[in-house]
DNA sequence: TTTGTTTTAATTGTTAACAATTTATGTTAA
DNA sequence: TTAACATAAATTGTTAACAATTAAAACAAA
Protein backbone atom coordinates (compact mmCIF):
# COMPACT_ATOMS: atom_id res chain seq x y z
CA UNK A 1 0.00 0.00 0.00
CA UNK A 2 1.52 3.09 -1.12
CA UNK A 3 2.62 5.97 1.54
CA UNK A 4 -0.34 8.52 1.10
CA UNK A 5 -0.96 11.17 3.79
CA UNK A 6 -4.33 9.46 4.77
CA UNK A 7 -2.95 5.85 4.64
CA UNK A 8 -0.36 6.85 6.84
CA UNK A 9 -2.84 8.52 9.08
CA UNK A 10 -5.15 4.98 8.90
CA UNK A 11 -1.94 2.68 9.93
CA UNK A 12 -1.64 4.67 12.66
CA UNK A 13 -4.62 4.65 14.01
CA UNK A 14 -5.46 1.06 13.51
CA UNK A 15 -1.96 0.47 15.32
CA UNK A 16 -2.83 2.58 18.16
CA UNK A 17 -6.58 1.12 18.47
CA UNK A 18 -4.88 -2.52 18.11
CA UNK A 19 -2.32 -1.20 21.33
CA UNK A 20 -5.26 -0.11 22.89
CA UNK A 21 -3.87 3.25 23.32
CA UNK A 22 -7.16 4.29 21.13
CA UNK A 23 -10.29 3.21 23.19
CA UNK A 24 -13.66 3.03 22.18
CA UNK A 25 -15.58 6.28 22.26
CA UNK A 26 -12.67 8.31 22.02
CA UNK A 27 -13.22 11.45 19.49
CA UNK A 28 -10.90 11.67 16.40
CA UNK A 29 -11.33 15.37 15.70
CA UNK A 30 -10.39 16.57 12.13
CA UNK A 31 -8.35 19.58 13.41
CA UNK A 32 -6.31 17.70 15.75
CA UNK A 33 -5.50 14.73 13.53
CA UNK A 34 -4.21 16.98 11.07
CA UNK A 35 -2.25 19.08 13.50
CA UNK A 36 -0.79 15.61 14.83
CA UNK A 37 -0.25 14.29 11.45
CA UNK A 38 0.92 17.63 9.79
CA UNK A 39 -1.31 17.03 6.82
CA UNK A 40 -4.77 19.03 5.45
CA UNK A 41 -8.51 18.33 6.13
CA UNK A 42 -8.69 16.64 3.19
CA UNK A 43 -6.61 13.70 3.94
CA UNK A 44 -7.76 13.37 7.25
CA UNK A 45 -11.77 13.32 6.07
CA UNK A 46 -10.68 10.58 3.68
CA UNK A 47 -8.68 8.63 6.25
CA UNK A 48 -11.68 8.86 8.81
CA UNK A 49 -14.21 7.78 5.55
CA UNK A 50 -11.54 4.75 5.62
CA UNK A 51 -11.71 3.85 9.33
CA UNK A 52 -15.22 4.04 9.14
CA UNK A 53 -15.45 1.61 6.25
CA UNK A 54 -13.46 -0.69 8.17
CA UNK A 55 -15.82 -0.53 10.90
CA UNK A 56 -13.65 1.25 13.14
CA UNK A 57 -14.94 4.46 13.31
CA UNK A 58 -18.21 5.62 13.53
CA UNK A 59 -18.49 8.75 11.34
CA UNK A 60 -21.56 11.01 12.49
CA UNK A 61 -22.77 13.82 10.74
CA UNK A 62 -22.08 17.31 11.87
CA UNK A 63 -21.02 15.78 14.75
CA UNK A 64 -17.35 14.20 13.89
CA UNK A 65 -15.50 10.56 13.92
CA UNK A 66 -15.54 8.31 17.17
CA UNK A 67 -13.49 5.31 17.46
CA UNK A 68 -16.63 2.70 17.33
CA UNK A 69 -18.04 0.94 20.53
CA UNK A 70 -19.12 -2.37 19.73
CA UNK A 71 -22.26 -4.29 21.49
CA UNK A 72 -22.14 -7.25 23.20
CA UNK A 73 -24.19 -8.71 20.09
CA UNK A 74 -21.51 -6.99 17.59
CA UNK A 75 -18.83 -8.48 19.48
CA UNK A 76 -20.03 -11.65 19.34
CA UNK A 77 -21.15 -11.67 15.73
CA UNK A 78 -17.51 -10.96 15.40
CA UNK A 79 -15.92 -13.75 17.28
CA UNK A 80 -18.56 -16.12 15.15
CA UNK A 81 -16.96 -14.74 11.67
CA UNK A 82 -13.14 -15.19 13.59
CA UNK A 83 -13.85 -18.50 13.89
CA UNK A 84 -15.04 -19.29 10.48
CA UNK A 85 -12.08 -17.48 9.03
CA UNK A 86 -9.32 -18.59 11.79
CA UNK A 87 -10.34 -22.14 11.11
CA UNK A 88 -10.15 -21.95 7.04
CA UNK A 89 -7.05 -20.12 7.50
CA UNK A 90 -5.33 -22.38 9.66
CA UNK A 91 -6.38 -25.38 7.44
CA UNK A 92 -4.40 -23.28 4.41
CA UNK A 93 -1.52 -23.19 6.80
CA UNK A 94 -1.31 -26.82 7.93
CA UNK A 95 -1.37 -27.21 3.59
CA UNK A 96 0.79 -24.80 2.76
CA UNK A 97 3.42 -23.33 5.39
CA UNK A 98 6.98 -24.58 4.64
CA UNK A 99 10.03 -25.11 7.19
CA UNK A 100 10.78 -21.30 7.10
CA UNK A 101 7.14 -20.41 7.46
CA UNK A 102 7.29 -22.72 10.60
CA UNK A 103 10.61 -21.47 11.91
CA UNK A 104 8.88 -17.99 11.89
CA UNK A 105 5.96 -19.47 13.64
CA UNK A 106 8.64 -20.81 16.57
CA UNK A 107 10.40 -17.70 16.94
CA UNK A 108 7.34 -16.00 17.64
CA UNK A 109 6.49 -17.97 20.12
CA UNK A 110 9.67 -17.34 21.76
CA UNK A 111 9.31 -13.95 21.50
CA UNK A 112 5.80 -14.01 22.97
CA UNK A 113 7.62 -15.83 25.85
CA UNK A 114 9.90 -12.83 26.44
CA UNK A 115 6.95 -10.29 26.68
CA UNK A 116 5.11 -12.23 28.82
CA UNK A 117 7.83 -11.82 31.63
CA UNK A 118 8.36 -8.21 31.08
CA UNK A 119 4.58 -7.74 32.10
CA UNK A 120 3.87 -5.42 29.75
CA UNK A 121 0.35 -5.44 28.80
CA UNK A 122 0.36 -3.55 25.80
CA UNK A 123 3.09 -5.50 24.30
CA UNK A 124 1.41 -8.48 24.74
CA UNK A 125 -1.84 -7.74 22.96
CA UNK A 126 0.22 -6.90 20.37
CA UNK A 127 2.53 -9.94 20.16
CA UNK A 128 -0.99 -11.80 20.12
CA UNK A 129 -2.64 -9.84 17.41
CA UNK A 130 0.38 -10.47 15.29
CA UNK A 131 0.55 -14.46 15.87
CA UNK A 132 -2.52 -14.56 14.63
CA UNK A 133 -1.98 -12.56 11.56
CA UNK A 134 1.38 -14.31 11.01
CA UNK A 135 -0.75 -17.30 10.47
CA UNK A 136 -3.30 -15.39 8.20
CA UNK A 137 -0.11 -14.73 5.77
CA UNK A 138 0.99 -18.43 5.87
CA UNK A 139 -2.15 -19.29 4.44
CA UNK A 140 -1.55 -17.40 1.84
CA UNK A 141 -4.99 -15.95 1.09
CA UNK A 142 -5.02 -12.30 0.82
CA UNK A 143 -8.78 -11.86 1.32
CA UNK A 144 -9.37 -13.99 4.47
CA UNK A 145 -5.83 -12.33 5.79
CA UNK A 146 -7.80 -8.47 5.06
CA UNK A 147 -11.10 -9.58 6.90
CA UNK A 148 -8.83 -10.85 9.99
CA UNK A 149 -7.12 -7.71 10.30
CA UNK A 150 -9.99 -5.89 10.81
CA UNK A 151 -11.37 -8.49 12.80
CA UNK A 152 -8.72 -8.34 15.09
CA UNK A 153 -8.22 -4.40 15.54
CA UNK A 154 -12.01 -4.71 16.32
CA UNK A 155 -11.50 -7.50 18.51
CA UNK A 156 -8.97 -5.05 20.43
CA UNK A 157 -11.67 -2.79 20.55
CA UNK A 158 -14.14 -4.81 22.37
CA UNK A 159 -11.05 -6.12 25.04
CA UNK A 160 -10.60 -2.92 25.53
CA UNK A 161 -13.70 -1.83 26.20
CA UNK A 162 -15.41 -4.38 28.20
CA UNK A 163 -12.03 -5.69 29.48
CA UNK A 164 -10.87 -9.48 29.92
CA UNK A 165 -10.76 -11.76 33.09
CA UNK A 166 -6.94 -13.07 31.94
CA UNK A 167 -4.72 -10.46 32.30
CA UNK A 168 -3.06 -11.92 29.27
CA UNK A 169 -5.46 -12.46 26.59
CA UNK A 170 -4.00 -15.31 24.83
CA UNK A 171 -2.78 -17.87 26.90
CA UNK A 172 0.29 -19.03 25.17
CA UNK A 173 0.08 -22.43 26.10
CA UNK A 174 -2.99 -22.29 23.20
CA UNK A 175 -0.47 -20.77 20.64
CA UNK A 176 1.98 -23.19 21.09
CA UNK A 177 -0.59 -26.03 20.43
CA UNK A 178 -1.41 -24.48 17.36
CA UNK A 179 2.12 -24.40 16.23
CA UNK A 180 2.78 -27.99 17.42
CA UNK A 181 -0.25 -29.46 15.17
CA UNK A 182 0.72 -27.17 12.36
CA UNK A 183 4.53 -29.33 12.32
CA UNK A 184 2.52 -31.87 12.69
CA UNK A 185 0.18 -31.23 9.72
CA UNK A 186 -2.41 -32.21 11.60
CA UNK A 187 -5.56 -30.74 10.81
CA UNK A 188 -8.22 -31.45 12.54
CA UNK A 189 -6.34 -30.93 15.90
CA UNK A 190 -5.18 -26.98 14.51
CA UNK A 191 -8.82 -26.59 13.53
CA UNK A 192 -10.17 -27.49 16.92
CA UNK A 193 -7.21 -25.53 18.77
CA UNK A 194 -8.14 -22.81 16.79
CA UNK A 195 -11.84 -22.88 17.35
CA UNK A 196 -11.31 -24.18 21.22
CA UNK A 197 -8.51 -20.65 21.29
CA UNK A 198 -10.74 -18.31 20.11
CA UNK A 199 -14.29 -19.55 22.22
CA UNK A 200 -11.96 -18.98 25.04
CA UNK A 201 -10.75 -15.63 24.40
CA UNK A 202 -14.49 -15.10 23.57
CA UNK A 203 -15.05 -16.94 26.92
CA UNK A 204 -12.91 -14.28 29.25
CA UNK A 205 -14.67 -11.11 27.96
CA UNK A 206 -16.31 -9.23 31.31
CA UNK A 207 -19.61 -8.27 29.16
CA UNK A 208 -21.74 -5.40 31.25
CA UNK A 209 -19.19 -3.22 32.66
CA UNK A 210 -17.84 -0.46 30.43
CA UNK A 211 -14.89 1.76 31.13
CA UNK A 212 -15.42 4.77 28.97
CA UNK A 213 -12.26 6.80 29.66
CA UNK A 214 -10.09 8.58 27.23
CA UNK A 215 -7.42 11.31 27.10
CA UNK A 216 -5.89 13.64 24.50
CA UNK A 217 -4.80 12.99 21.31
CA UNK A 218 -1.69 13.74 21.30
CA UNK A 219 -0.68 11.80 24.44
CA UNK A 220 -1.87 8.67 22.18
CA UNK A 221 0.38 9.47 19.28
CA UNK A 222 3.40 10.61 20.57
CA UNK A 223 5.73 9.73 17.83
CA UNK A 224 3.47 10.93 14.82
CA UNK A 225 4.58 14.75 14.21
CA UNK A 226 8.02 13.56 13.15
CA UNK A 227 6.05 11.51 10.36
CA UNK A 228 7.47 13.35 7.01
CA UNK B 1 -26.92 4.08 6.33
CA UNK B 2 -27.86 7.47 5.89
CA UNK B 3 -28.53 8.89 2.93
CA UNK B 4 -24.72 11.22 2.47
CA UNK B 5 -23.62 11.84 -1.13
CA UNK B 6 -21.40 9.95 -0.76
CA UNK B 7 -23.48 7.06 0.35
CA UNK B 8 -25.87 7.56 -2.51
CA UNK B 9 -22.83 7.45 -4.92
CA UNK B 10 -21.54 4.22 -3.44
CA UNK B 11 -24.86 2.18 -3.57
CA UNK B 12 -25.24 3.31 -7.05
CA UNK B 13 -21.91 2.24 -8.27
CA UNK B 14 -22.07 -0.98 -6.23
CA UNK B 15 -25.94 -1.56 -7.33
CA UNK B 16 -24.35 -0.95 -11.33
CA UNK B 17 -21.54 -3.78 -10.56
CA UNK B 18 -23.62 -6.50 -9.22
CA UNK B 19 -25.78 -5.41 -12.37
CA UNK B 20 -22.81 -5.62 -14.12
CA UNK B 21 -23.37 -2.51 -16.17
CA UNK B 22 -20.35 -1.59 -14.54
CA UNK B 23 -17.18 -3.92 -15.79
CA UNK B 24 -13.87 -4.39 -14.48
CA UNK B 25 -11.15 -1.60 -15.62
CA UNK B 26 -13.68 0.79 -15.89
CA UNK B 27 -12.54 4.47 -15.12
CA UNK B 28 -14.51 6.45 -12.83
CA UNK B 29 -13.67 9.84 -13.68
CA UNK B 30 -14.26 12.52 -10.82
CA UNK B 31 -15.84 15.07 -12.93
CA UNK B 32 -17.95 12.62 -14.39
CA UNK B 33 -19.30 11.14 -11.82
CA UNK B 34 -20.20 14.70 -9.57
CA UNK B 35 -22.07 15.73 -12.88
CA UNK B 36 -23.84 12.10 -13.27
CA UNK B 37 -25.13 12.82 -9.15
CA UNK B 38 -24.97 16.24 -9.02
CA UNK B 39 -22.49 16.53 -5.99
CA UNK B 40 -18.85 18.38 -6.05
CA UNK B 41 -15.84 16.30 -6.02
CA UNK B 42 -15.23 16.44 -2.53
CA UNK B 43 -18.20 14.11 -2.19
CA UNK B 44 -16.73 11.99 -5.18
CA UNK B 45 -13.63 11.66 -3.80
CA UNK B 46 -14.61 10.31 -0.27
CA UNK B 47 -17.24 7.91 -2.19
CA UNK B 48 -14.16 6.39 -3.63
CA UNK B 49 -12.20 6.19 -0.68
CA UNK B 50 -15.07 3.83 0.87
CA UNK B 51 -15.49 1.86 -2.64
CA UNK B 52 -11.40 1.12 -2.84
CA UNK B 53 -11.84 0.30 0.92
CA UNK B 54 -14.40 -2.23 -0.31
CA UNK B 55 -11.80 -3.84 -2.71
CA UNK B 56 -14.23 -2.49 -5.82
CA UNK B 57 -12.48 0.00 -6.70
CA UNK B 58 -8.63 0.96 -7.00
CA UNK B 59 -6.97 3.90 -6.91
CA UNK B 60 -3.95 5.20 -8.85
CA UNK B 61 -2.34 8.00 -7.50
CA UNK B 62 -2.62 11.18 -10.29
CA UNK B 63 -4.27 8.54 -12.43
CA UNK B 64 -7.54 8.12 -11.06
CA UNK B 65 -10.08 5.46 -9.82
CA UNK B 66 -10.68 2.33 -11.74
CA UNK B 67 -12.89 -0.54 -11.21
CA UNK B 68 -10.59 -3.28 -9.87
CA UNK B 69 -9.97 -6.32 -11.84
CA UNK B 70 -9.61 -9.14 -9.89
CA UNK B 71 -6.63 -11.80 -10.80
CA UNK B 72 -7.58 -15.44 -10.95
CA UNK B 73 -5.43 -16.17 -7.84
CA UNK B 74 -7.72 -13.05 -6.15
CA UNK B 75 -11.01 -15.28 -7.69
CA UNK B 76 -9.73 -18.14 -5.76
CA UNK B 77 -9.22 -16.61 -2.84
CA UNK B 78 -12.24 -14.98 -2.72
CA UNK B 79 -14.25 -18.16 -3.29
CA UNK B 80 -12.92 -19.80 -0.24
CA UNK B 81 -13.79 -16.51 2.06
CA UNK B 82 -17.47 -17.47 0.19
CA UNK B 83 -17.38 -21.14 1.51
CA UNK B 84 -15.67 -20.26 4.63
CA UNK B 85 -18.34 -17.80 5.38
CA UNK B 86 -21.58 -19.00 3.79
CA UNK B 87 -21.53 -22.35 5.29
CA UNK B 88 -21.11 -20.68 8.81
CA UNK B 89 -24.35 -18.64 7.39
CA UNK B 90 -26.06 -21.43 6.57
CA UNK B 91 -25.45 -23.03 10.13
CA UNK B 92 -27.12 -19.88 11.55
CA UNK B 93 -30.33 -19.91 8.81
CA UNK B 94 -31.07 -23.48 10.21
CA UNK B 95 -30.78 -22.74 13.59
CA UNK B 96 -32.42 -19.09 13.75
CA UNK B 97 -34.94 -19.27 10.28
CA UNK B 98 -38.49 -18.89 11.55
CA UNK B 99 -41.78 -19.98 9.65
CA UNK B 100 -41.73 -16.31 8.28
CA UNK B 101 -38.25 -16.39 7.08
CA UNK B 102 -38.64 -19.55 5.35
CA UNK B 103 -41.62 -18.63 3.45
CA UNK B 104 -39.42 -15.53 1.99
CA UNK B 105 -36.77 -18.01 0.98
CA UNK B 106 -39.83 -19.55 -0.80
CA UNK B 107 -41.16 -16.67 -2.64
CA UNK B 108 -37.75 -15.90 -3.72
CA UNK B 109 -37.52 -19.64 -5.48
CA UNK B 110 -40.47 -18.61 -7.29
CA UNK B 111 -39.57 -14.92 -8.07
CA UNK B 112 -35.88 -17.08 -9.71
CA UNK B 113 -38.46 -19.16 -11.39
CA UNK B 114 -40.26 -16.20 -13.44
CA UNK B 115 -37.02 -14.14 -14.18
CA UNK B 116 -35.23 -17.27 -16.01
CA UNK B 117 -38.30 -17.57 -17.82
CA UNK B 118 -37.65 -13.92 -18.99
CA UNK B 119 -34.01 -14.58 -20.18
CA UNK B 120 -33.06 -11.38 -18.84
CA UNK B 121 -28.92 -12.33 -17.41
CA UNK B 122 -28.91 -8.87 -15.66
CA UNK B 123 -32.20 -9.68 -13.87
CA UNK B 124 -30.95 -13.24 -13.36
CA UNK B 125 -27.32 -12.20 -12.20
CA UNK B 126 -29.07 -9.61 -9.74
CA UNK B 127 -31.78 -12.10 -7.70
CA UNK B 128 -29.31 -15.09 -7.87
CA UNK B 129 -27.33 -12.64 -5.65
CA UNK B 130 -30.30 -11.15 -3.23
CA UNK B 131 -30.50 -14.83 -2.68
CA UNK B 132 -27.20 -15.67 -1.15
CA UNK B 133 -27.60 -11.95 0.78
CA UNK B 134 -31.35 -13.35 1.91
CA UNK B 135 -29.99 -16.22 3.55
CA UNK B 136 -27.21 -13.64 4.85
CA UNK B 137 -29.70 -12.05 6.33
CA UNK B 138 -31.71 -14.73 7.82
CA UNK B 139 -28.75 -15.65 9.38
CA UNK B 140 -28.44 -12.53 11.51
CA UNK B 141 -25.24 -11.90 11.76
CA UNK B 142 -24.02 -8.70 10.60
CA UNK B 143 -20.27 -9.29 10.39
CA UNK B 144 -20.81 -12.21 7.68
CA UNK B 145 -23.68 -10.44 6.46
CA UNK B 146 -21.47 -7.24 5.30
CA UNK B 147 -18.28 -9.29 4.46
CA UNK B 148 -20.77 -11.30 2.42
CA UNK B 149 -22.18 -7.93 1.01
CA UNK B 150 -18.60 -7.43 -0.54
CA UNK B 151 -18.33 -10.61 -1.86
CA UNK B 152 -20.69 -11.30 -4.05
CA UNK B 153 -20.11 -7.82 -5.11
CA UNK B 154 -16.60 -9.07 -6.41
CA UNK B 155 -18.13 -11.82 -7.76
CA UNK B 156 -20.34 -10.24 -9.89
CA UNK B 157 -17.18 -8.19 -11.07
CA UNK B 158 -14.98 -11.72 -11.92
CA UNK B 159 -17.81 -13.42 -13.51
CA UNK B 160 -17.80 -10.24 -15.98
CA UNK B 161 -15.06 -10.16 -16.42
CA UNK B 162 -14.25 -13.89 -16.84
CA UNK B 163 -17.17 -14.98 -18.54
CA UNK B 164 -18.90 -18.21 -17.00
CA UNK B 165 -20.22 -21.46 -19.17
CA UNK B 166 -23.68 -21.66 -17.58
CA UNK B 167 -25.75 -18.71 -18.85
CA UNK B 168 -27.35 -18.69 -15.73
CA UNK B 169 -24.38 -18.86 -13.22
CA UNK B 170 -26.74 -19.87 -10.53
CA UNK B 171 -28.56 -23.06 -11.38
CA UNK B 172 -32.00 -23.01 -9.59
CA UNK B 173 -32.12 -25.87 -8.63
CA UNK B 174 -28.77 -26.11 -6.06
CA UNK B 175 -30.81 -22.90 -4.32
CA UNK B 176 -34.23 -25.08 -4.14
CA UNK B 177 -32.44 -27.80 -2.51
CA UNK B 178 -30.64 -25.57 0.12
CA UNK B 179 -34.29 -23.75 1.05
CA UNK B 180 -35.58 -27.62 1.51
CA UNK B 181 -32.49 -28.36 4.11
CA UNK B 182 -33.18 -25.31 5.96
CA UNK B 183 -37.15 -26.31 5.74
CA UNK B 184 -35.95 -29.66 6.95
CA UNK B 185 -33.87 -27.89 9.61
CA UNK B 186 -30.96 -30.28 8.01
CA UNK B 187 -27.97 -28.53 8.89
CA UNK B 188 -25.23 -30.62 7.55
CA UNK B 189 -27.07 -31.31 4.23
CA UNK B 190 -27.59 -27.51 4.07
CA UNK B 191 -23.74 -26.85 4.67
CA UNK B 192 -22.93 -29.52 1.91
CA UNK B 193 -25.26 -27.97 -0.63
CA UNK B 194 -23.58 -23.97 0.01
CA UNK B 195 -20.10 -25.75 0.24
CA UNK B 196 -20.97 -27.40 -3.33
CA UNK B 197 -23.20 -25.00 -4.84
CA UNK B 198 -20.17 -22.59 -4.27
CA UNK B 199 -17.45 -24.64 -5.98
CA UNK B 200 -20.30 -25.10 -8.32
CA UNK B 201 -20.12 -21.50 -9.52
CA UNK B 202 -16.27 -20.93 -9.13
CA UNK B 203 -16.15 -24.28 -11.50
CA UNK B 204 -18.25 -22.62 -14.48
CA UNK B 205 -15.64 -19.95 -14.34
CA UNK B 206 -13.97 -19.63 -17.35
CA UNK B 207 -10.63 -17.85 -16.51
CA UNK B 208 -7.92 -17.28 -19.36
CA UNK B 209 -9.96 -14.90 -21.65
CA UNK B 210 -11.15 -11.64 -20.57
CA UNK B 211 -13.15 -9.11 -22.23
CA UNK B 212 -12.18 -5.33 -21.03
CA UNK B 213 -14.75 -3.23 -23.58
CA UNK B 214 -16.21 -0.82 -21.68
CA UNK B 215 -18.71 2.28 -22.57
CA UNK B 216 -19.43 5.99 -21.34
CA UNK B 217 -20.46 6.43 -17.85
CA UNK B 218 -23.35 8.15 -18.80
CA UNK B 219 -25.01 4.81 -20.45
CA UNK B 220 -24.21 2.99 -17.32
CA UNK B 221 -26.12 4.97 -15.10
CA UNK B 222 -28.85 6.11 -17.03
CA UNK B 223 -31.25 7.18 -13.61
CA UNK B 224 -28.80 8.57 -11.57
CA UNK B 225 -28.97 12.78 -12.24
CA UNK B 226 -32.62 12.54 -10.72
CA UNK B 227 -30.94 11.02 -7.28
CA UNK B 228 -31.42 13.66 -5.41
C1' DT C 1 2.10 5.31 -42.67
C1' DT C 2 4.87 5.29 -38.63
C1' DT C 3 7.57 7.24 -34.99
C1' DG C 4 8.93 10.78 -31.93
C1' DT C 5 8.34 15.45 -30.14
C1' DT C 6 5.94 19.55 -28.80
C1' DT C 7 1.85 21.74 -27.55
C1' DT C 8 -2.72 21.70 -25.73
C1' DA C 9 -6.42 19.99 -23.04
C1' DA C 10 -8.28 17.38 -19.37
C1' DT C 11 -7.90 15.35 -14.88
C1' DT C 12 -6.30 14.84 -10.33
C1' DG C 13 -4.23 16.98 -6.12
C1' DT C 14 -4.02 20.80 -2.77
C1' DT C 15 -5.29 24.70 -0.30
C1' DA C 16 -7.97 28.24 1.68
C1' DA C 17 -12.01 30.73 2.59
C1' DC C 18 -16.67 30.75 3.99
C1' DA C 19 -21.22 28.74 5.66
C1' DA C 20 -23.78 25.77 8.76
C1' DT C 21 -23.99 23.27 12.85
C1' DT C 22 -22.79 21.88 17.29
C1' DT C 23 -20.58 22.54 21.70
C1' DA C 24 -19.03 25.39 25.35
C1' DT C 25 -19.43 29.54 28.07
C1' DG C 26 -21.69 33.03 30.52
C1' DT C 27 -25.74 35.35 32.20
C1' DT C 28 -30.20 35.85 34.33
C1' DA C 29 -34.26 34.32 36.78
C1' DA C 30 -36.60 31.08 39.77
C1' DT D 1 -27.70 26.12 43.47
C1' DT D 2 -30.25 24.89 39.44
C1' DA D 3 -32.44 25.68 35.08
C1' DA D 4 -33.25 28.04 31.01
C1' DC D 5 -31.69 31.05 27.72
C1' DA D 6 -28.48 33.93 24.95
C1' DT D 7 -23.93 34.48 23.32
C1' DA D 8 -19.36 33.06 21.86
C1' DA D 9 -16.18 29.61 20.35
C1' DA D 10 -14.97 25.59 18.09
C1' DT D 11 -15.92 22.08 14.72
C1' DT D 12 -17.74 20.15 10.66
C1' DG D 13 -19.57 20.82 5.87
C1' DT D 14 -19.19 23.04 1.32
C1' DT D 15 -17.33 25.40 -2.38
C1' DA D 16 -14.16 27.40 -5.50
C1' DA D 17 -9.77 28.57 -7.15
C1' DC D 18 -5.23 27.21 -8.33
C1' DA D 19 -1.16 23.92 -8.87
C1' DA D 20 0.70 19.58 -10.50
C1' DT D 21 0.33 15.73 -13.26
C1' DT D 22 -1.24 12.95 -16.93
C1' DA D 23 -3.58 12.09 -21.27
C1' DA D 24 -4.64 13.69 -25.89
C1' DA D 25 -3.82 16.25 -30.14
C1' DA D 26 -1.12 18.37 -33.52
C1' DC D 27 2.81 18.39 -35.94
C1' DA D 28 7.36 17.24 -37.98
C1' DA D 29 10.77 13.92 -39.50
C1' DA D 30 12.03 9.43 -41.11
Known amino acids: MS ?21 AGTKLGEQALSDLFSCNRAHVRRALAILAAYHVVDLIPNRGAFVSTPSEDEARDLFQARRA ?3 TIIRNVVRRADEADIANLRAHLATEDEIRQQNDRSK ?3 ASRD ?8 GRNSVLE ?3 AEL ?13 KSASLCSDDEHVRIVQSVADRD ?3 AQEMVDYHLRHIE ?15 SMIFPSSRTGR
Not at 131 to 138: G, Q
Not at 153 to 161: E, F, Q, V
Not at 203 to 217: C, N, Q, S, T, Y
Open 152 to 164: TMRTSLIIGLYGS
Open 131 to 138: FHMLLARI
Open 146 to 148: HYL
Open 85 to 87: IEV
Open 203 to 217: GEIEFGDEAPKVGPL
Open 187 to 189: AVT
Open 124 to 126: AIR
Open 3 to 23: DTPENVLVEHVLDAISDQRLR
